[in-house]
Nanobody
Framework: QVQLTESGGGLVQAGGSLRLSCAASGLAFSTYGMGWFRQVPGKEREFVAGINWSGGRTYYAESVKGRFAISRDNAKNTVYLQMNSLKPEDTAVYYC???????????????????WGQGTQVNVAS
C-alpha cells in the first residue's frame, strides 16, 4: 500500500521559513516524479513545485519561484520543500504527490499524479 506522509507544517511569521518533508512507502520511489500542491478553502488545488525521478529537473509555480526549493533523497524515499520568505498568501494545506514514470519534464497537473498524501497545514501570519 502506497503511503505519502507530509510533515513540517505549522505557523510562521511572514518572511520566515519552513521545510516540509514527505516520506514515501510502498512504491519504487526513485522511479516516480514528485510534486507539491497546495489548497485553500473554496479554491482548487494548485501546483507549487515538482521534481523528476532523478532530481535532475525541477519546476516551480511563478508565485513561489525564487522562494521555494524542492529536492529529493532517493535513498531516504523522501521529498522536501524548503519554503523561504513566506507570505500570508502562502497559507494553505500543502500536499505531496507521486506520479508514475521517469518524466523528462516535470508534470504540473493533478491528473498526472497517482498518489497523494493527507496534507500538512501551513499558516503564515502577517
Amino acid at each position: 500500500q502506497v503511503q505519502l506522509t507530509e510533515s513540517g507544517g505549522g505557523l510562521v511569521q511572514a518572511g520566515g521559513s519552513l521545510r516540509l518533508s514527505c516520506a514515501a512507502s510502498g512504491l519504487a520511489f526513485s522511479t516516480y516524479g514528485m510534486g507539491w500542491f497546495r489548497q485553500v478553502p473554496g479554491k482548487e488545488r494548485e501546483f507549487v513545485a515538482g521534481i523528476n525521478w532523478s532530481g535532475g529537473r525541477t519546476y516551480y509555480a511563478e508565485s513561489v519561484k525564487g522562494r521555494f526549493a524542492i529536492s529529493r533523497d532517493n535513498a531516504k524515499n523522501t521529498v522536501y520543500l524548503q519554503m523561504n520568505s513566506l507570505k500570508p498568501e502562502d497559507t494553505a494545506v500543502y500536499y505531496c504527490a507521486a506520479g508514475t514514470g521517469r518524466w523528462s519534464v516535470v508534470k504540473t497537473t493533478l491528473k498526472d499524479y497517482n498518489y497523494w498524501g493527507q496534507g500538512t497545514q501551513v499558516n503564515v501570519a502577517s
